[in-house]
């Protein structure tokens, strides 16, 4: 009877410390369970949108995968209108990131490097259009036009103008937090060697700044080509590629709108590996 006693202690004992040893790993490893959670969650659609590319669908409506196939691949502009919708995003995305992330640099420079009357003022009208909800914005700047008379002439202009004032705030953000990360001294070293401002700007102060301003360039392209609510308000007869998909989605979605998110999402892909390449290169030069 003793034995058989100490026998089933010693179960439970064994038992309760292998539950501790999992209850000790699960909180030591919670942190990352939770991160690839997340990363599973937020790469699925993605994996979808690519697995999709290759589809053979054999109705429009119903949105599943049928088939392999590279037909989707072969023939970008089958569906009709597409091409010339995801070009007009690609020139006007374009377009508003070169004006936005010169505009936003210059205004997150004056915010930093100088003292103005209004600066804080300033400080907090800049994020009112990145917490506007967007269909206040499009709205507005669709009664800007209506009041400046140009309500009837609506499209690829008042789009991009539209476009580059919502990019700008994001623009000031990124650069602004970039230069506030800056060391003084560098600039002061410069000018202790006898370099010009104008020198000590282009070589020393820019380079530094360059990886934000290239990330702000890149948050601008993106927002403006992914934008709809603002864009469907101010474009008139404009048709971009996310107004596309939304007329075709009635319809049923050409599996080539999926070859062009595969695409945009390689590009982003290798634009983030190659900035990384970049720094570790520069990391080992510099030890």
Request: hydrophobic share 50%; net charge positive; aromatic share 10%.
């Amino acid at each position: 009877m003793s034995t058989s006693t100490s026998t089933a202690t010693g179960n439970r004992t064994v038992t309760y410390k292998q539950g501790s040893a999992a209850g000790r790993w699960l909180r030591g490893h919670l942190v990352l369970i939770l991160g690839l959670i997340v990363l599973v969650y937020t790469f699925v659609p993605i994996f979808v949108v690519v697995l999709m590319s290759f589809n053979a669908p054999t109705s429009r409506l119903i949105y599943r995968f049928d088939g392999f196939t590279l037909h989707n691949w072969l023939n970008p502009c089958e569906a009709e209108g597409m091409c010339s919708a995801l070009g007009t995003s690609i020139e006007i995305g374009l377009l508003a990131t070169l004006g936005s992330t010169v505009l936003g640099t210059l205004i997150a420079f004056a915010l930093v490097r100088h003292d103005f009357v209004g600066r804080s003022s300033m400080n907090l009208l800049i994020f009112l259009p990145m917490a506007s909800p967007e269909i206040v914005m499009g709205s507005s700047l669709l009664a800007l036009f209506v009041a400046a008379g140009r309500g009837g002439q609506l499209g690829f202009w008042t789009i991009l103008i539209a476009h580059i004032m919502f990019c700008i705030s994001f623009v000031v953000v990124t650069v602004r937090a970039r230069l506030a990360g800056l060391d003084d001294n560098l600039e002061q070293a410069a000018m202790d060697l006898y370099a010009t401002p104008q020198q000590t700007f282009w070589r020393v102060t820019f380079p530094l700044v360059f990886p934000g301003i290239l990330g702000a360039a890149l948050l601008s392209f993106s927002l403006s080509f992914d934008d709809f609510i603002v864009t469907n308000l101010n474009a008139g007869n404009t048709t971009t590629f996310p107004m596309f998909v939304w007329g075709v989605a009635q319809r049923g979605v050409p599996m080539q709108v999926n070859v062009v998110g595969t695409v945009m999402f390689l590009i982003s892909v290798l634009i983030v590996v190659g900035g990384e390449v970049n720094s570790r290169r520069r990391q080992r030069a510099l030890t």
